[in-house]
């Protein structure tokens, strides 16, 4: 497996799922394209960092579809750690940018959401220092779980100042052209006349 690391909870994160396996490490410091080529040589890539690395993550994610890759990630952002989905190539479950845009439809604060994503662009060094071994150790064990192939499409998201746990499915988005390609006979109206004309003749009738 090829194992991305950013930080210091990265790197730990990366030691304890190396530990009895074979494993690639590489550094978020180090070229991307470089770090994208090592994905086709390798059967699963995964990605510990300390903070969110947006562009970094959608590059392995073309490359990971390209050469039909399963990947995942641990990422803490804020006071959340997120680990996973599994993002399996053709599986139809969704992918990191499907991923993205649920996350942004949910969120309430986009416009400090988007202040984040354009400060940490800026800064590669920018993000809160340190971290707990148990923290590693739950991104390490889920990492490891999401290994194994058992969660493709879901994805817990830790609180870690409460310790709550909330663990969900990814929803692909319904206009994503690679997991859910339309069919030669698609119709963009179809999902309208479908759905919704039955709804409005009940109404209207």
């Not at 599986?91 to 439809?105: E, H, I, P």
Request: net charge neutral; glycine share 10%.
């Amino acid at each position: 497996m090829l194992i991305i690391t950013g930080g210091s909870f990265g790197a730990d994160v990366a030691r304890r799922i190396a530990r009895g396996r074979e494993a690639t490490l590489r550094h978020v410091d180090e070229p991307a394209e470089e770090t994208y080529a090592l994905v086709a040589r390798h059967e699963l890539v995964l990605l510990a960092v300390w903070r969110p690395y947006i562009e970094l993550a959608r590059g392995i994610d073309e490359a990971c579809f390209a050469h039909g890759r399963p990947w995942a990630a641990a990422e803490v952002s804020g006071t959340t750690l997120t680990c996973g989905p599994l993002f399996a190539p053709g599986s139809g479950k969704g992918c990191y940018n499907c991923l993205l845009a649920r996350a942004d439809a949910r969120q309430r604060s986009g416009d400090r959401t988007r202040a984040l994503r354009q400060a940490y662009a800026a800064d590669p060094a920018l993000g809160p220092g340190g971290h707990s071994g148990p923290m590693a150790a739950i991104a390490a064990a889920a990492l490891a779980e999401t290994a194994a192939g058992e969660a493709t499409g879901r994805f817990r998201k830790i609180d870690l100042l409460t310790g709550s746990v909330l663990e969900t499915e990814l929803i692909p988005r319904h206009d994503c052209a690679r997991c859910r390609p339309p069919s030669a006979d698609y119709v963009p109206t179809s999902r309208f006349i479908d759905t919704m004309v039955p709804q409005l003749e009940r109404i209207l009738a």
